[in-house]
């Protein structure tokens, strides 16, 4: 049993790169596809602090959506890792800087450190890219 997962690890990072990327993709597609959420965190970025609220807004949105993208094919894995890592630090810095309680913290968190694997170590065997 042990020797099977052993020589199938490469499944288990597939799965958790497919779980995550679709968790960031369902996350931002409301900002995508109407105008007026993306308003509406341009108001929350604005209301943080956050210079250029609408262009912080699209940069965050889009950035996690490529990101995302880029991520799930396996491509460009670690720079598409990198984008995702800075937005989801800037994330979980809100949440902290808020005091918000751990439990809003999580996905920010769980986003985070999820990039920080494939940042480190790449997309895994199901890739487009040989070189993620």
Request: hydrophobic share 60%.
């Amino acid at each position: 049993m042990m020797k099977a997962i052993l020589t199938n690890q490469h499944l288990g990072i597939f799965l958790f790169r497919v779980f995550l990327c679709l968790q960031i993709l369902h996350g931002v597609l409301d900002n995508i596809v109407s105008w007026n959420r993306m308003l509406e965190f341009r108001d929350f970025l604005q209301s943080e602090g956050f210079p250029f609220p609408l262009m912080s807004a699209l940069l965050s949105v889009y950035g996690q959506f490529f990101g995302a993208l880029f991520l799930l094919l396996g491509y460009k894995s670690r720079w598409a890792a990198a984008v995702l890592v800075l937005n989801f630090m800037l994330a979980a810095g809100v949440h902290l800087a808020n005091n918000d309680p751990l439990t809003a913290l999580f996905p920010a968190l769980n986003i985070l450190f999820g990039s920080v694997l494939f940042l480190f170590n790449g997309a895994g065997r199901f890739a487009l890219d040989a070189n993620n």
